[in-house]
């Protein structure tokens, strides 16, 4: 276990008749203090109104709760699931929950419910990080400051404030529970603890995927933190009982995602993982240096000045301390890496809530720091004083810095906005803040949205033609056909660039035959692209062809059944 004299420095904690209650009801008032406004927030139009508003009608009934085992978590009724490896039966499941015990006349879901128990999630999430330190042996001060330091760090913002990043909580809270049955099943050789690790890594599967890495993390400590020797039993049995939650588990999934769409190739997949490789130091020196925080950031955003002076005070307090367990803070760096390498494999890495679980190897490698193991209240030497304050203002900064930024999570304009402002490389909150400006027909704010977006992608055709339909939109035909001529000098064969522009000759230069032209081009282009036929035959029909308009109807109608 962590530390050679912790018997001399502390108490055993059942002998705590007053500080563990008391740790308790403490980090319960700081997190609810923190985050007891973001019940007030709204839907931020992120993942949560598919999950939640549009499959409302699913999760509002528990009769679907077997059903949650057999579907992607993004698939709507009637909808196809576009988002292809996402299985997170577990997180559907907490929804059905939030949903029952919503106000029964609520046609329509509301927030707050789901927000509420965000909040009780991560609260959960810090007692059993509490419970962790104190079964690793760290001093109860020290304990109690670090779980108040993750209680309140800014990092873990986006997992309690914004509805599903509780994915990342819940799945902390079944991997704390089971890492701490196996260390109860190391000191106490009971077999009903070995279950109990067991069912909560096989919850946690169902949580997230990332759990698979929790197995060599098991194996890793037994084997390399564990002083204790175990026989080699311990560890087929252990394999064994990994393996029977991983088989079913993966053919659930896998029944589960068949209907959707093929991944990507495994060439494609390595090549994401690479280029995403310098979110490693974002995160790290997020975790650490919390100060460049970003709700949608990209590669380019990368502060690497940051994120080497966070490596290097991590390395200072870990070769500054002579009395850590070497062993033990390894394990730590290797469940912060472990637990993060998953997200380099998303196209969209970056997110901080996935940094939730991460941070508790942090935490624990934060635990063997001289200056913070010192901290007692009843040991005057400066070391000790020294890592109280280390600590406490520590919490102090990192609760002020979440306290000011949590209105950003209020609804989706101040979301998408604080994204564009903080991640000044990231094309995809411009566009997020200009559709959801288009949904309320703020076309204007729409349109400088789309150009703050071209000008970090200048190549991005989406945003050229979504500019050009806000234009046509207050009638600015001028706008919208300069904005599609410019697409088209850079992509020639955009057929949906060429038709729209035809739109745009027609209606607002009167130029009628250059329209049918432009349509027919498009045609050319693309001869699979169906709505040029439909309104070719509109024109044609408008100007007494019925030969033209019959044809090129027939058209139209073969391409939408194909």
């Not at 490789?277 to 990368?302: C, E, G, H, R, W």
Request: hydrophobic share 45%; charged share 15%.
């Amino acid at each position: 276990m962590p530390g050679k004299n912790n018997k001399k420095q502390i108490k055993a904690p059942a002998s705590d008749k007053w500080f563990l209650p008391l740790s308790v009801i403490l980090i319960c008032i700081v997190t609810l203090g923190l985050y007891h406004k973001s019940v007030k927030n709204d839907f931020l139009d992120l993942d949560d109104m598919t999950i939640i508003v549009r499959n409302y009608n699913f999760i509002k009934d528990f009769s679907n709760a077997g059903q949650a085992f057999k579907q992607g978590v993004f698939q709507a009724q009637g909808e196809k699931d576009t988002l292809t490896s996402y299985y997170r039966p577990v997180m559907t499941l907490s929804f059905m929950a939030d949903t029952y015990i919503s106000p029964k006349k609520s046609a329509f879901p509301i927030p707050a419910p789901y927000i509420r128990s965000n909040i009780f999630y991560h609260y959960v999430a810090c007692l059993l990080l509490l419970f962790l330190l104190y079964e690793l042996k760290v001093p109860p001060l020290p304990s109690l400051l670090l779980t108040l330091i993750f209680a309140v760090h800014p990092l873990l913002n986006q997992a309690v404030a914004w509805i599903p990043g509780r994915n990342d909580s819940l799945l902390t809270i079944f991997i704390l529970a089971s890492f701490i049955s196996l260390l109860r099943y190391i000191k106490k050789n009971k077999n009903w603890l070995l279950v109990w690790h067991i069912f909560f890594f096989l919850v946690a599967l169902f949580t997230k995927e990332n759990t698979v890495l929790f197995i060599p993390l098991s194996f890793l400590y037994l084997g390399f933190v564990q002083k204790k020797k175990f026989p080699a039993k311990t560890y087929i049995t252990l394999a064994i009982a990994y393996a029977l939650c991983i088989i079913p588990w993966l053919v659930m999934r896998q029944a589960a995602l068949s209907g959707n769409a093929g991944g990507a190739a495994f060439s494609d997949t390595i090549r994401t993982m690479l280029s995403n490789t310098p979110y490693f130091i974002q995160y790290l020196s997020k975790s650490v240096l919390p100060f460049n925080l970003s709700v949608m950031t990209t590669v380019a955003d990368t502060n690497y000045l940051i994120g080497l002076l966070a490596i290097a005070l991590l390395l200072a307090g870990i070769l500054l301390s002579k009395k850590k367990n070497v062993p033990f803070t390894i394990f730590g760096l290797c469940w912060f890496l472990l637990f993060l390498i998953p997200s380099f494999f998303s196209s969209f890495s970056g997110l901080e809530h996935r940094a939730y679980l991460p941070l508790v190897g942090i935490i624990m490698v934060a635990s063997q720091f001289d200056v913070v193991k010192a901290a007692d209240f009843n040991n005057k030497s400066s070391q000790s004083r020294l890592g109280i304050a280390l600590l406490g203002i520590t919490f102090l900064v990192f609760l002020f810095t979440s306290y000011k930024r949590l209105p950003i999570f209020a609804n989706r304009y101040a979301f998408d906005k604080s994204a564009v402002e903080n991640s000044p490389h990231a094309l995809l909150p411009c566009l997020y803040l200009a559709t959801h400006y288009e949904q309320e027909k703020m076309y204007d704010k729409a349109i400088d949205a789309y150009k703050e977006g071209l000008a970090r992608d200048s190549s991005h055709a989406l945003t050229y033609l979504n500019l050009a339909g806000d234009y046509i939109c207050l009638n600015n035909y001028y706008e919208a056909e300069k904005t599609l001529r410019l697409l088209l000098r850079r992509n020639p064969t955009n057929s949906t660039a060429t038709f729209n522009l035809g739109l745009v000759v027609f209606q607002g230069d009167t130029n009628y035959a250059e329209g049918v032209r432009l349509w027919k081009k498009s045609i050319a282009l693309d001869s699979s692209f169906a709505q040029p036929y439909k309104v070719l035959s509109q024109y044609y029909q408008a100007t007494g062809d019925s030969s033209n308009a019959i044809l090129y109807r027939n058209f139209y109608i073969k391409k939408r059944t194909k």
